[in-house]
């Protein structure tokens, strides 16, 4: 028998950085949260403490900071900046992922911002010698339907007692991540149309369940969006109970509910197109 | 010596109701977080576990879910019209405190719904035999300014290493909450032009410190909106810390910050009028 | 109409501290996070951003670190030593409040420790001109009852649906804070014989309301603890829900429960006695 | 072009079951928190909204109160019959996961309990027609090291300002999960014995590095426990930066340090050992 090390990253999380641009009156703030995570020839520091072909996490943080001097731009290419120097300045880096999560600012006024809320735009950023892969996605994104949600029709047995609905309510919190065919992409415009295509088919398809509706969203941006090759959401089931409130002599016509925190159904899925490249080691 | 009860008051926390009015062709919706407190004649419970005076506060969640089937309307009334229930219902309760958090939801569609983010507006409500008092507010409004911040001529003493700035980012998350004179007013009208006085004040005011900004916030308030008497604020200090990029032969011309955690600054001030009522017992 | 500054603090929040004692062969570790808050003559900063009078929170945050270095001690000492530093040395601060949390690490090794838990030892010093208020207390002890718990009698009206029960589980997480009537106490026994007294109180009294057990445990101590002079507790209570289990042909004998996140009750009480200091500034 | 549904899986989450013994004097309780994710026949509900293969996830939830009914026993167990039983009943169903997070209480009476602290006892088990799967863990062991670490030796690049260091603090947050060899275990020995196992070895080997300290953790759980395949971990570097006391006057020999939240290492790895059976569908 040995004892043999397995599959084994590490990295810098959660380095917070806000760049400032201020250019012309009008300052410009791009606020991310950068998470690096390296795979290599890392053997050594495991099994005798030999740090020699060890970056040290602190330095993935300062080369954060270096590198938004430079600007930010979109994330998906400053993602791709700080991956690629990893794999390329470092012979014992064999794998760099750049995972960023983006909070976005509203202006108020030339250089004052109010938070625009709790979605995150996301990329995620994995290169190695052979290749560079980009993620994009949107976490946070709180949606709620009270009306063109049914469920119905599911498998019974003997520990079954949920009524079945044809007017629910429909709340999750949407987290998407979509895979890149390639990198030659207007990050910022499909962004923006992915986000906009996930809402209008939550919003539009009537849904038989959540996972119907999933699976509309994630359509919606595949056929519309040709630079899309997956897409990967997952979706907690906030449930919403209707209150029964005949023990007061009331009706409750579907208006009152109790909004319950746990448990919620969670719902994961992907959906992708016959005819796009292998997803190699974008996930 | 005799063991005595002093203050004390209890109630049901966080009752989640969301209510859906399906009067026209599009749904409106309203998401709140209800917590109620009732104060009066509860020693027995206390002392013997007679719970004959005792409200329980299951009763109290029923209660909240029963009056939102009459429709929710601004949740100043709404809690209004909870905490006289309990006062004028109960000989036992003297004193009932309701507080109110709502999530705002954007429109998607007639039926679908986006949530707007990490704001939440505010109302605590106070009813005894003697009075009602009202007081709104706003919580997890984060803004930033990127200019306009200034921080020097503090006291030094042999603790003292901060470097004097006349160019900082200054960001907090604002939690702002207003005591209205009184009852008769349009609560949905005042909400809406206090936040818009406060955001505007945070971004036009010149700041020397963060107390000035805090105090001219509230100045706006009160000098724009007569029915309110008095504002408190609390407002933590987001320190954001230019990055020394020197090491890496950089200049840093406040472009890249270090967004820290903790510690932060905790800023809190009231700011109110020498002509308005006292505040009995809305706080 | 004149604009006014009323109540108003600030100061450096969550400063967390760890401090190594390697004098002998086995090292003692402290693991603070200490908030301070100041009032006093601060008009200046708040109508004119005059910071002269002011103690920047960063100055603070070095005198935390630089009082550690002589070493922490029991934290009710070390709160006092701060809070006393800022009277004294600054003729603007009229009031220093220092809280402290403490996090408590059981021993593994001579210099190797694990985090014992999520239960924080606080303690809350104020001093003024006029005097110093020590507040020790205790948080996030959560205690559960699966036995000799009732709740019946209480009131009803027509939102009651409750039913009475002779047993029930009782489940809390425990906030309480006791204000000593001086300062010249063995801080490390005194905590240790409340905590032990709360938690028996709360195994041995059988409990008709959470109200009775709740008195019951502020009153435990104030009898046993001459030096104690008043207990404040918050007790949420965290509902357990026996589950239904008809439904597939079962019965459940008090044996399965759900235990529900929200909304839950919240018992908020002070018990004292009547030949104890005025409380002043201690709260 | 196809659009076409890749992996996907639901379930119900985070279902917090109590289960109270009342079979003698003393009670016993166990406190889970389940989450259930099925894989199988689901692409009908996707594409169409045909739910007639779905198992509802209110069914999952009732299932676990069902048979938590029969008695929990340990942890492994019980997500093993959960499992199987999802596997075995429908044949919709081609993989069921069960993870399960036990929250441990320490017994202060005959039937009262505090919470023992923040760590959580986990197992995740994955059955399908082929095969179970076990794999245990711990989370949220929270250890610190104030001596026997060094970090030194590193690669250096013009990012790099850490300095080398022979004495440093060393905390983290361990969360380790093992895959088992097989289910023929006994559980609670197994896991009592990996616990103190992966504490000795933190406290004990002296530490070049956090994946020297990692992979140490993780030899020493296979050296000496056959039953156990392959470990995981992953430990967030909570680093602890000595105060620089200089600026008064002052020395700081690692004494003072300040705790910072992020960023933070992380550092994630696997150990194994070169005669396992492969992990199959464990993780």
Do not use: C
């Not at 909070?103 to 006024?109: A, L, T």
């Not at 599911?154 to 007692?161: I, N, P, Q, W």
């Not at 109970?241 to 509910?257: I, K």
């Amino acid at each position: 028998m040995t004892i043999v090390l397995g599959d084994n990253q590490y990295g810098k999380a959660e380095t917070h950085v806000v760049r400032v641009s201020r250019a012309g009156s009008r300052h410009e703030v791009k606020d991310l949260n950068v998470s690096i995570a390296l795979a290599g020839d890392f053997a050594d520091t495991h099994t005798s403490g030999d740090n020699s072909k060890v970056v040290p996490t602190d330095t993935q943080k300062n080369t954060v900071f270096a590198f938004a001097r430079d600007g930010i731009g979109e994330i998906e290419d400053f993602a791709m900046r700080l991956a690629r120097h990893f794999v390329n300045e470092f012979a014992s880096v064999y794998r760099a992922r750049v995972h960023v999560e983006e909070q976005p600012w509203h202006r108020i006024h030339d250089h004052a911002f109010v938070q625009a809320g709790a979605e995150k735009r996301l990329a995620t950023v994995t290169a190695t010698d052979d290749g560079t892969w980009v993620v994009a996605g949107i976490g946070g994104m709180v949606v709620m339907k009270s009306g063109g949600s049914e469920f119905h029709g599911y498998l019974k047995d003997r520990f079954t007692t949920l009524p079945e609905t044809t007017d629910r309510i429909l709340a999750t919190s949407v987290l998407a991540r979509w895979r890149y065919a390639g990198t030659d992409v207007d990050w910022k415009v499909s962004f923006d149309e992915v986000r906009r295509l996930l809402l209008e088919a939550f919003a539009s398809k009537h849904s038989l369940s959540l996972q119907q509706t999933l699976y509309a969203m994630g359509e919606a941006v595949l056929l519309a969006r040709s630079e899309v090759a997956e897409v990967r959401m997952a979706m907690p089931n906030r449930h919403h109970f209707a209150v029964d409130l005949t023990p007061f002599g009331m009706a409750n016509e579907n208006e009152v509910f109790y909004a319950s925190d746990r448990p919620y159904g969670l719902i994961e899925g992907t959906i992708t197109r016959d005819d796009v490249p292998e997803p190699g080691m974008a996930w």
